[in-house]
């Protein structure tokens, strides 16, 4: 993984831990009973009305007037891309902006900038556009490679797929790893996304983010970077063949505050050699909380250590996974087997602050 002209690292984003503020509907953890996530998630994400005391007043005001642009490939839209749509927004932009896009197959290399916050992509969860471009890491570098780029703060994705149709790496070419996404930007979420790419497939950099119901796919460190994320009910699948690691996550020292965690999640795929993690840098953080591990999880769970001297600084946490690949007897010895009291501060929307900044789906059928 190489990250060539651009630093994976945004360190303006990056807050050290030492108590960091919980209000009080960031702290209910979510339930162990797969059936109670919906109302967990109803009961502290609520509706805008009843947050204006909590939400970020920047959030708050750019909620009050949301704007909507429509992109239709048959033209009944303002525009026929989604690059024409984002370009159409004001730098500096203070409102949210949805932006609905319309079924079909869109062949570009989108880009939002930093100064482009408050924007939502939103498509029909019966007819979801698909965003796609074949750029690789020989052509653009590793990081500038994804098919989608968010570096602005408070993006939306709804029902979008996001695809790099560049080809699985064989090994041999130099420069193969493309990107599905790269989200450098702090505070976005989203929803019944899904992300198809085979090596770093979504650059999770910076920033807290929250992941519903979405689908992931790749090969080797397909969720890599230095983000704060939650991701919840989502499907990790693995695909191919040889060494496959799902996350490598690049924290570098014990105070960061960032890290991945998985919860009510789902590791599927073929083959019987796929890591829960890897330390890439020296001191990654993930966690996976009730996630049903299928049998093509690796026995040992996490990938070997090359440098022996990681086996102290990962943080690798499994808190009550179920299914054949979650079994511990052969796990690394690294492996933390989290109890009830310190898992409540992975399965909470206190991991990523979430109160003053997530917000529900908005409803456009």
Not at 98 to 104: A, L, N, R, S, Y
Not at 257 to 285: D, E, N, Q
Request: with cysteine; charged share 20%; aromatic share 10%.
């Amino acid at each position: 993984m190489g990250y060539n002209s651009v630093s994976l690292i945004v360190t303006s984003l990056l807050v050290v831990i030492t108590s960091p503020v919980v209000f009080a509907n960031d702290a209910a953890p979510i339930p162990q009973n797969k059936g109670g996530i919906e109302q967990w998630f109803n009961t502290n994400v609520p509706s805008l009305a009843s947050r204006k005391s909590t939400l970020d007043p920047a959030l708050l005001a750019a909620e009050a007037k949301p704007r909507i642009i429509k992109v239709e490939q048959n033209g009944r839209g303002q525009f026929k891309t989604i690059t024409e749509a984002i370009k159409s927004v004001q730098a500096g932009n203070t409102g949210r902006v949805i932006i609905k896009v319309g079924p079909g197959v869109y062949k570009e290399k989108v880009t939002i900038d930093r100064n482009k916050p408050f924007i939502t992509l939103y498509g029909h969860p019966n007819a979801m556009p698909v965003l796609t471009y074949d750029g690789t890491a020989l052509r653009y570098g590793t990081v500038d490679s994804a098919t989608l780029i968010v570096l602005s703060d408070y993006f939306m994705a709804i029902n979008i797929i996001v695809k790099n149709s560049a080809p699985m790496p064989d090994g041999k070419m130099k420069g193969a790893q493309a990107l599905s996404m790269r989200i450098s930007g702090n505070k976005a979420a989203f929803y019944n996304c899904k992300f198809y790419g085979y090596q770093d497939t979504i650059c999770d950099d910076a920033g807290n983010h929250f992941f519903k119901d979405c689908y992931i796919e790749g090969t080797f460190d397909f969720i890599f970077g230095s983000g704060r994320s939650l991701y919840l009910g989502t499907q990790l699948n693995v695909v191919g063949d040889g060494i496959r690691v799902i996350t490598a996550h690049a924290g570098k020292t014990a105070q960061e505050k960032t890290g991945y965690t998985f919860v009510h999640c789902k590791v599927t795929g073929t083959g019987t050699g796929i890591y829960l993690g890897r330390a890439w840098m020296s001191h990654p953080k993930v966690v996976y909380a009730y996630t049903d591990m299928s049998s093509v999880v690796d026995p040992s769970g996490w990938q070997a250590n090359r440098d022996i001297g990681r086996d102290k600084t990962v943080f690798y946490g499994e808190y009550k996974c179920t299914g054949p690949g979650s079994l511990k007897a052969k796990r690394v010895k690294f492996t933390q087997y989290i109890d009830d009291i310190k898992a409540k501060y992975f399965i909470s929307l206190g991991y990523i602050q979430g109160s003053s900044w997530l917000l529900p789906p908005p409803k456009l059928m």
